[in-house]
């Protein structure tokens, strides 16, 4: 599924595209630094088939439910004094004959005995860390495909070729050249295959923190299918939300647009990017928040819920929404099914504009079949136009105000909002108040 820069923004997905926290931080359980960089990968590169999504769906099942695989994968106390020697650039022995060898080692031994100490605890390190996979290895063979390829990988590079018998001693070297024999092995013969180990273990840290995240929230595994044709999202949550109130979706063959109205901060913005974290979760293989979750296949994720101008380049307000509606439609057009968040669309431009482009654009996207359009704005009179579209669903996120205080239960529920809450919001910001204090005075006057 492709999930371009934009829409990665806009939910918020990685690190330094907000000010605020982030979904990678937020979801990251994994232990080492290059963990967390397979996991941001993976999040940044959700899945494209139900088959692909069903085998990491296996494997975090499995990881979650096999604790001894938990403690045997490599922290990063232990990996990263690994990383640290393989990319030293300290002196090697040489390859000549047995007598020039041992004057070399002696002379390293004498002369750089810190050479000689930073072999012997590297070397020993990395033995450690050999020992360690293969003990992986043989815990991740009686898990499903994914989990056992890449044992039978980690097995056949640590059984074969330059690190054969070092997992379990019968292969280091001995002699009064032993320590420096092995140092050279391993940071020159080996260095590339033990880079690819590391790398290995790196996505399975990634792997592991997915499946802690679904053990220790709770979380489901979606039903992902080729073909579902329906959408069925229940008791769905943002995971940036404390204490949040779970809300459902649900969508039948023929219902593709949803139009979610409601007043100012009422949560439509999030729970807009709760549906597509969940979406996009989804086709990570990951357990996703929310209770249930049934869909198909999606070609593309896109969400539109921040827009900029670009002064630079000419593009204003409303010609860069313009623009990214274009991208939406060539998208379903060219691409097959899609799922799509958008947030208040064309508030760059009048409201009686706002108006007929929303329509427009909504009763030709209501036409798309396989793909989701979820929309929320603050125009009521859209529904008014779209009355009558088999295709349409109206939902709302509904308050209340009491002695002036507003209400707010965030709970989608089916209809059209029609509530205004501006004034209200400002009046309990003191902005009324304090404009009485405004008056006309002349500059420079007391």
């Known amino acids: 599924m492709k999930a371009d820069a934009r829409t990665l923004r806009d939910l918020d997905v990685l690190p330094g595209a907000a000010s605020g926290p982030c979904l990678a931080d937020h979801l990251d359980r994994t232990t080492t630094r290059g963990g967390r960089r397979a996991f941001i990968r993976r999040l940044s590169n959700p899945l494209g088939s139900a088959a692909e999504i069903a085998r990491v769906q296996e494997a975090l099942r499995f990881l979650a439910d096999t604790p001894q695989v938990d403690e045997e994968l490599p922290r990063a106390g232990e990996l990263d004094p690994v990383v640290h020697y393989l990319g030293s650039r300290y002196l090697t022995l040489g390859r000549g004959r ?3 060898r041992w004057w070399q080692a002696g002379v390293i031994r004498l002369r750089f005995p810190d050479i000689h100490e930073h072999a012997s605890q590297g070397g020993r390190g990395v033995l450690l860390f050999l020992s360690r996979l293969g003990r992986l290895a043989r815990e991740l063979e009686a898990g499903p495909p994914l989990l056992a390829e890449m044992a039978s990988g980690l097995l056949e590079a640590l059984d074969e070729g330059p690190l054969a018998g070092l997992r379990d001693g019968k292969g280091v070297p001995g002699g009064f050249d032993g320590v420096l024999r092995l140092d050279r092995l391993l940071r020159e013969d080996a260095r590339e295959l033990l880079a690819h180990l590391v790398e290995e273990v790196h996505e399975l840290d990634a792997l592991m923190g997915m ?10 595994f979606p039903r992902v299918e080729e073909g579902e044709a329906e959408l069925v999202l229940e008791g769905l949550v943002h995971p940036f939300v404390a204490d949040p109130v779970p809300n459902d979706l649900v969508l039948g063959e023929e219902e593709r647009v949803v139009f979610l109205t409601g007043p100012n901060m009422a949560g439509k913005s999030t729970w807009l990017k709760g549906c597509g974290v969940v979406v996009l979760l989804a086709h990570c293989g990951m357990a996703v928040p929310a209770r249930t979750a049934r869909m198909g296949v999606y070609r593309t994720l896109v969400a539109a819920t921040t827009t900029e101008d670009r002064i630079w380049d000419g593009v204003s307000y409303f010609l860069a929404e313009v623009r990214r509606v274009r991208e939406i439609v060539d998208a379903v057009t060219d691409e097959g099914p899609c799922f799509i968040l958008a947030d208040e669309l064309f ?22 079949r396989g793909s989701r359009f979820l929309v929320a704005s603050h125009l009521p009179e859209v529904a008014l136009e779209l ?5 349409v669903v109206f939902l709302q996120v509904r308050t209340t105000v009491e002695d002036g205080v507003v209400r707010f239960d965030h709970r989608v529920g089916p209809g059209v909002s029609k509530q205004r809450l501006g004034m209200e919001v400002l009046r309990a910001e003191g902005v009324l108040d304090a404009l009485e204090g405004v008056r006309d005075r002349t500059p420079g006057s007391n």
């Open 98 to 100: 047995l007598p020039r």
């Open 211 to 220: 499946a802690r995240l679904a053990r220790e929230e709770g979380y489901s």
């Open 347 to 368: 508030r760059g431009t009048n409201v009686r504009d706002a108006l007929e482009a929303t329509t427009a654009v909504l009763q030709g996207l209501s036409r798309a």
């Open 387 to 391: 009355e009558g579209e088999d295709a």
